[in-house]
């Protein structure tokens, strides 16, 4: 079992395609990870973006251009015996 104990972060970043590849390598090899997913913004920053683009353009945008961007960040765990076997099937370095 992966707790926060005892686990080591692996990969970070934005990219689902990545992310997607890290953890099919990790499939792949039989080692246990866990994912953590993260939306960039809240459903306040997300509210106060649209409504800036609605003042700027005086109400004629329902919405600006980000607010509807969602974007998530991907943070992949295993455990700390097992990052080194990781790193290589993932060609981490």
Same mark, same amino acid.
């Given at each position: 079992?992966?707790?926060?104990?005892?686990?080591?972060? !692996?990969? @970070? %970043?934005?990219?689902?395609?990545?992310?997607?590849?890290?953890?099919?390598?990790?499939? @792949?090899? *039989?080692?246990?990870?866990?994912?953590?997913?993260?939306?960039?913004? *809240? #459903? !306040? *920053?997300? #509210? !106060?973006?649209? +409504?800036?683009?609605?003042?700027? /353009?005086?109400?004629?945008?329902? #919405?600006? +251009? /980000?607010?509807?961007?969602?974007? /998530?960040?991907?943070?992949? /765990?295993?455990?700390?015996? %097992?990052?080194?076997? #990781?790193?290589?099937?993932?060609? !981490?370095?």
């Amino acid at each position: 079992m992966i707790n926060v104990f005892n686990r080591v972060k !692996l990969y @970070a %970043d934005s990219s689902a395609e990545a992310a997607a590849n890290i953890w099919g390598r990790l499939k @792949a090899e *039989g080692i246990p990870y866990t994912m953590k997913t993260q939306q960039s913004r *809240g #459903a !306040l *920053g997300k #509210a !106060l973006t649209a +409504s800036g683009g609605m003042r700027a /353009y005086q109400g004629g945008m329902a #919405a600006s +251009s /980000y607010s509807d961007q969602v974007s /998530y960040f991907y943070t992949i /765990y295993v455990r700390r015996r %097992d990052a080194e076997r #990781a790193r290589k099937a993932c060609g !981490l370095g």
